[in-house]
């Protein structure tokens, strides 16, 4: 059997060997205008491997192995402008149809007693579900960027960089799976070749390693999250395109009006989006129509430079929204805060979602719904992260902004013919819309085992009403809003690790009252401060300092027994909130798990559509509102849900037609 499958005889003699095992690795290479939408894009090679062989099998790759003349760029005379001009290479071999190949291949894909691995295995099975009219592969499944993201959260978990450093092998330096297009065919199959042996060779090697580290259950409930995921990128969220476009001029008039603002705040016109000129306005001196702020963040060119005995001047200072936020009491800073927040939302929201035609970006709304990718190994806490487009940063539902871009979110407007009774009935849709209640704040209070946290949740308490009681010496019914708002403050800096000056900012007080607050904080709930003495401490007994979270998922902080000052304490500050944050990512990855099943059982009425924070949005056909929020509330907080803390946990579901309703 060859290594590059070019006929169908290959092929069958290819699919027999590998049915002859119980899991191959496998690896898509695709092309297209979304190649990087997995529902979108077209397959053009695939390649796979098991015990003891490798194989690669094209299915369209345009060019041959000579190349006839390079690519180049010829000026057009009717337009003036420079146009690409493609390389052109000789013929390549003849090749399979897509049809063909996964045909042969349906056996291996479809056999539930094999396990399908990918690196990144999201991308690669909903790459190839559209061969299948829409059908996924069946589980089981495995995922080698999952499992060393498990291993090691701190490190580059892609297939190049783990290869490099496991076995010293450095390949695809040209990036030729970037664009395999532009690539000779010799060259393409190679890579793809290589992808898929060491998936293999990853795979066998990270298994030992995930049950020698205990975290076998970790991978298991990633695994479960990750059969889930493929079902909401086929699914995707549907989009309000006219409120959209909409929004779009909305916006546009607003970045000018805010523009002349920051204009009229300076005292003079200047480039917003040039660094160096931002930086005079900014840190220059008032004598020469600066602001006279005080710079504190180095860029990174800054530090380098620092690093080097250089002496940074005032255009190696940061001016990005975390060093604008200090000074926000400055009209300047303040508008351009809100330029850089609008202008963001423009970018990423709008012509993100539109498409920008003079860039060279498609839309990346299809037939009405955009279709995340959603990351379960995307942040170091266990969190998920989202891309095409990224809704971890829509703005917050309480804000003008953050209520635009969920209006953009709607039900699905297709109708849905049912029987009810003795006659049919056309039906729509709505979205179910749950939110975890301080979920944080409940998981630390599961931790502490005892305090004012954990016995206002058992009463029934808000958790910020709790700690204004507390705090402050009044009875929970006495509290004043001003009190809990900053009792509310003092939650979250306790979780977050803020210190006096940040809290300072959010409570509108002196650093001093601020430091003042944090410490009547640490004496009126002491069971904080001890528990994270004791979280720190314990995670210093390990060879590499780390913390579990509920599941037993690793975060690996080895800066806790770093020498240096500031670099250690960071790491101490990280220590507590990446055990909180951790484990709410573990009870909101079960949730999913739980509601994507019961989606599974009831596909005619209920889909699964988006997850943002502790949000889960999901579809449900209108006539059956009542029974699927039953089983959304049940999936986040029923009985194997609620076992995992000490403390109930609860789950606020709302009936909506825009995602912007729910709060």
Not at 160 to 172: I, V
Not at 254 to 278: C, D, H, L, M
Not at 286 to 305: E, F, I, N, V
Not at 432 to 459: C, K, P, T
Request: charged share 25%; glycine share 6%.
């Amino acid at each position: 059997m060859p290594h590059i499958i070019l006929n169908k005889e290959d092929l069958a003699d290819a699919v027999d060997y590998f049915g002859q095992h119980d899991a191959f690795t496998f690896d898509v290479e695709t092309v297209g205008p979304h190649r990087s939408v997995p529902s979108q894009n077209q397959v053009t090679w695939l390649s796979m491997a098991t015990y003891g062989t490798a194989i690669v099998i094209p299915m369209g790759h345009p060019n041959g192995d000579t190349l006839i003349s390079k690519a180049t760029r010829k000026k057009n005379p009717a337009t003036g402008k420079f146009e690409a001009i493609p390389a052109v290479w000789d013929e390549p071999p003849t090749q399979l149809r897509p049809s063909q190949v996964f045909e042969a291949l349906q056996p291996l894909f479809f056999g539930d007693r094999y396990r399908k691995i990918a690196h990144q295995a999201a991308f690669d099975l909903v790459s190839i579900a559209k061969y299948y009219d829409g059908q996924l592969p069946v589980p089981r499944y495995g995922c080698t960027l999952v499992a060393s993201w498990l291993l090691d959260e701190n490190r580059l978990n892609g297939l190049k960089p783990r290869t490099e450093a496991t076995y010293g092998h450095k390949y695809d330096t040209e990036n030729v799976g970037r664009k395999v297009e532009i690539h000779p065919f010799s060259k393409v199959a190679s890579y793809a070749l290589l992808d898929a042996k060491y998936t293999w060779l990853l795979w066998q090697r990270m298994v030992p390693l995930l049950q020698a580290e205990g975290l076998s259950r970790a991978m298991s409930l990633e695994l479960q999250v990750l059969e889930i995921l493929l079902d909401m990128a086929l699914t995707g969220a549907p989009i309000d395109t006219e409120a959209l476009h909409e929004l779009d001029t909305d916006l546009t008039e607003r970045i000018e009006q805010i523009t002349e603002q920051v204009y009229k705040a300076a005292g003079r016109v200047f480039n917003i989006n040039s660094t160096q000129q931002k930086a005079d306005i900014l840190f220059g001196k008032k004598r020469d129509g600066g602001q006279g702020l005080k710079p504190s963040k180095l860029t990174k060119g800054g530090k380098k430079k620092k690093r080097e005995g250089a002496t940074p001047t005032l255009y190696d200072y940061s001016a990005d929204a975390e060093e604008l936020k200090k000074h926000d009491d400055n009209p300047v800073c303040a508008a351009l805060l809100e330029y850089q927040e609008v202008n963001k939302l423009l970018g990423t929201y709008v012509h993100g979602y539109l498409g920008d035609e003079s860039a060279g970006k498609p839309s990346i709304i299809f037939e009405g719904r955009i279709y995340p990718t959603f990351k379960q190994y995307g942040t170091v806490s266990g969190r998920f992260s989202s891309a095409e487009p990224n809704l971890q940063n829509v703005p917050a539902p309480n804000t003008e902004l953050g209520k635009a871009v969920r209006g953009l979110f709607v039900a699905p407007r297709e109708r849905a013919t049912v029987a009810m009774e003795d006659h049919l009935r056309e039906v729509g849709w709505k979205l179910l819309i749950a939110d975890y209640g301080q979920i944080e704040l409940r998981v630390m209070a599961h931790f502490l085992g005892y305090g004012a946290w954990f016995d206002g949740f058992h009463a029934g308490i808000d958790a910020h009403t709790a700690t204004a009681s507390a705090v402050f010496g009044v009875p929970p019914e006495r509290v004043t809003k001003d009190q809990r708002n900053d009792s509310k403050t003092l939650a979250f800096a306790t979780l977050f690790g803020a210190q006096a000056p940040t809290v300072a900012k959010s409570m509108r007080a002196t650093v001093a009252e601020a430091q003042a607050f944090l410490e009547l904080q640490e004496r009126k709930m002491p069971e904080v401060g001890k528990f994270r003495r004791w979280l720190i401490q314990d995670a210093l007994t390990r060879e590499i300092p780390h913390i579990r979270t509920l599941i037993g998922r690793k975060r690996r902080l080895p800066d806790l027994a770093s020498p240096v000052d500031w670099i250690r304490e960071k790491a101490e500050r990280q220590c507590l909130n990446s055990l909180i944050q951790g484990s709410a990512a573990d009870i909101n990855k079960m949730a999913i798990v739980r509601m994507g099943y019961l989606c599974k059982q009831n596909s005619e009425w209920l889909r699964l559509s988006l997850t943002v924070h502790d949000e889960l949005v999901v579809h449900c056909r209108e006539d059956k509102v009542e029974e699927g929020a039953v089983l959304l509330e049940k999936a986040m907080t029923g009985p194997g849900i609620q076992e995992m803390l000490k403390v109930p946990i609860t789950a606020d579901v709302k009936v909506c037609d825009r995602w912007s309703e729910a709060k």
